[in-house]
């Protein structure tokens, strides 16, 4: 058992591996290193089922998918504080987006569902985080959009000798007085406190994930 395990490890190696690590999974693999091996080695996952509620991953996956729909357009470009008011005011195509990202990452389907009930208390919370992100981009203004949910990819060499790919995505890059920008988007609470480099890879509560990430 213990070699064919290895040998679904050895899959995210760089050499002959076809699968890569993700923040997300590194944090699973730190806080329960069983659940790292259902959810992201043998790639056993809960039942997909519609809720009559968000969950937190869903959430955010919806607030990431507009700002990136709102911005996608305007890659190469100057954001002026008069481009992030007409942004601001065109509340149709932000309502448009929502819908579609609603269909898509809730529903599991191309319908566009009308919000209802809780969902249509959660589509409203959603729409102010977008507005308050473009009001607070507003602030940073003149910039220029480099990239929307740009892939990467590296690998880090274990003390084996080894290496393991990994991979990401930046939500946002964006060049501003000469400095290029990481924009990371978080929909839920951030807990910044750390001690030190090696506290964030210790399992124990309180551990900041986002830090880490």
Known sequence: VHGKVMKKLEEFYKEGGSRKLSASSLNDYIDCPLRFYFAHVEKIATE?????????SVFGTIFHEIMQKLYEDKIGTEITKEVLEE???????????????????YYKSKTIVPLTGRLSLRGEVIKKMVKKTL???KGRTPFVMLQTELKIETSVQLPSGNEVKIKGIIDRLDLKDDSVNI????????????????????SRDGRSKQVFQ
């Open 87 to 105: 942004m601001l005011a065109d509340t149709d195509r932000i309502d448009e987006i929502m819908l579609k990202s609603f269909a898509r990452n």
């Open 183 to 202: 924009i990371d988007y978080k929909s839920g609470k951030v807990n910044f406190d750390f001690e030190n480099i090696d506290s964030l890879f210790i």
């Open 48 to 56: 997909d089922k519609v809720l009559e509620d968000l969950d937190a």
């Open 135 to 137: 009001e607070l981009d």
